[in-house]
DNA sequence: AGGCTATATAAGCATATGCTTATATAGTTT
DNA sequence: AAACTATATAAGCATATGCTTATATAGCCT
């Protein structure tokens, strides 16, 4: 989950690849359109694609030698309700995260800490 | 606007700092605990809480010599309704796509390619 | 003031990333 | 088959990123 979710906005998380989206939000386009209206060179569009596509955020259908890609809409909604599905699941539910629950819960143990805490915001008041 | 966006996608792009957004959505912790129950140094710490800070993801509260980080889910809402409204934004509205918008316009404009991929589609059925 | 505790910042290093140029691959047309 | 178009991949390089260790800064306490 957490490797899917990441990935996803790395892809979004580039000046490039933003562009490129925003492209594909008004049409579909090729490869070679693409590198045209951007004015970018055909390998340096292409490697932003393929993480694009890896990341599940552009869809490809072929057409004769032409390679259209599409924003994958769906998808990004997909990843928006993931990422605040992660956000608000319970410690217990993540894999991942048995060390860190632990943890936490000690957090609070330490006396020493929160006399002192509660002496400086005494102070503060 | 696409510069808060690539930045703030970029800020949430990356493990480490998933993994504190995911702790800080469980509690407000200062970067100690944080160091203490993700098991990673202080310095490291600190450095993705300054990324997250820059981005406006996470906010900070200073108590004693405690700093206190909380996860603004104000600004994550915030984020992703301005990437939308990036993507279904009119490129006529948005600075820096002149270019673009223009080049865009002629892509359809080649007869040749046109004729070819007509042939094509013709070929395909 | 001096000694704590917590945090920030700096320096250095290894790896990752984005770009360019060059080349390989795939599909189309003649 | 040969030439052409579009795309993918590879190699190389410069810069960015994430981490560690070391050090500086800031706030609190005795």
Redo the contacts between chains.
Sequence with gaps: M??K???????????TR??I???L???SMCVC?LS????MTQPRVSQHLKILKEAGLVNESK??Y?VYHS?N?ES?HRL?NQ?LA???AD?RN?EG?E??LQ??SG?ESNEKVIA??EK??AN?T
């Design positions: 957490e490797e979710l990441f990935k996803a906005f790395k892809a979004l998380g580039e000046p933003l562009k989206i925003k492209m939000s008004v049409q359109e045209a209206v951007l004015d057409e004769g032409w924003l809409r990004l928006w990422f992660f956000l608000d410690l993540l995260y060390e860190e943890k936490l957090l002192t805490k400086i915001r503060n």
